[in-house]
C-alpha cells in the first residue's frame, strides 16, 4: 500500500519564477492539505483540498494556488517566487475532515 | 498568544529516563487532538491521536485535559532512537468550520547514551 508520495524531492528556483509541486494521496484517501514548513518551525497550513475544491485557506497570499484533480492527487503553485518562500512543502492526505493526516517526504524547495 | 504552544527544549535526558512534554492551545472548542514525531530533514510521522479518556501506546502516553487545555506526552525507558522532535497538533474541527491542522513548534528530545 504506497503512501504519500511528492515529487520532486528538491528544487532550486530564482526569485520571480513559478513552481509546480505534486502529490498523491495514500490509497482510499480523498482529501489533501499542504503545508509550508520553515526551518527550525512547525507546518503552516496553506489550504486544504476536498472534492476538486479548495475547502480552507490559511494565511498565505494568492500567489500560492493550487488543484486537486479526479484522482484525487494535487498539484501547489506558486508564484513570483521570493526568498522567503524556501522551505519544506509537506503534502499530507486523509479520509474526509478531523481524521489523522499523512504526510509525504515533502519537497525542498530554495529560492536564490 | 500562539494557537499552539510547546516548550522548544532540548531536553537532553539519559536512556531509561521518562520524559514527559506538554503542550497548550488557545481555542478551548478545538475537537482533536495528535502527537507527530519529526526526524531530521523528514516528514511529520503520526505518533499518537489523543483521546479525552487518555491513551497508551507501549511507552508513550498521551493525555488530555480539556479544562487547562493542554496535551501531554509521556515517554517511558527513553531510547537512542526517541531522539526526534515532537509536534503537538490540534485541529479545530469541522463544527468550527476549520478544517486545519495547527501545528506548535515541536519539541526537540535527545535522548543520550
Known amino acids: 500500500d504506497a503512501g504519500v508520495t511528492q515529487s520532486p524531492t528538491h528544487l532550486i528556483k530564482t526569485r520571480g519564477q513559478q513552481v509546480t509541486l505534486r502529490c498523491s494521496p495514500k490509497s482510499g484517501h480523498d482529501t489533501v492539505s499542504w503545508y509550508q514548513q520553515a526551518l527550525g518551525q512547525g507546518p503552516q497550513f496553506i489550504f486544504q483540498y476536498y472534492e476538486e475544491e479548495e475547502r480552507q485557506r490559511g494565511n498565505f497570499p494568492d500567489r500560492f494556488s493550487g488543484h486537486q484533480f479526479p484522482n484525487y492527487s494535487s498539484e501547489l503553485n506558486v508564484n513570483a517566487l521570493l526568498l522567503g518562500d524556501s522551505a519544506l512543502y509537506l503534502c499530507?492526505?486523509?479520509f474526509g475532515t478531523g481524521y489523522e493526516q499523512y504526510f509525504g517526504p515533502g519537497t525542498r524547495l530554495t529560492v536564490t | 498568544r500562539k494557537e499552539v504552544e510547546q516548550d522548544p527544549g532540548p531536553f537532553n535526558v539519559p536512556e531509561g529516563a521518562t520524559v514527559a512534554f506538554n503542550c497548550t492551545y488557545s481555542?478551548?472548542?478545538?475537537?482533536?487532538f495528535f502527537w507527530y514525531r519529526q526526524d531530521c530533514r523528514k516528514e511529520p510521522k503520526l505518533l499518537m491521536s489523543?483521546?479525552?479518556s487518555g491513551n497508551e501506546d507501549g511507552r508513550f502516553t498521551a493525555q488530555l485535559n480539556r479544562a487547562s487545555q493542554y496535551i501531554s506526552l509521556l515517554i517511558r525507558d527513553s531510547k537512542l532512537s526517541d531522539s526526534a522532535t515532537y509536534l503537538c497538533?490540534?485541529?479545530?474541527?469541522?463544527?468550527?468550520?476549520?478544517?486545519?491542522?495547527?501545528f506548535g513548534t515541536g519539541t526537540r528530545l535527545k535522548v543520550l547514551a
Open positions: 489523543v483521546y479525552s
Open positions: 497538533v490540534v485541529n479545530p474541527g469541522a463544527p468550527l468550520g476549520t478544517y486545519k491542522y495547527i
Open positions: 499530507a492526505s486523509s
Open positions: 481555542n478551548s472548542a478545538s475537537q482533536s
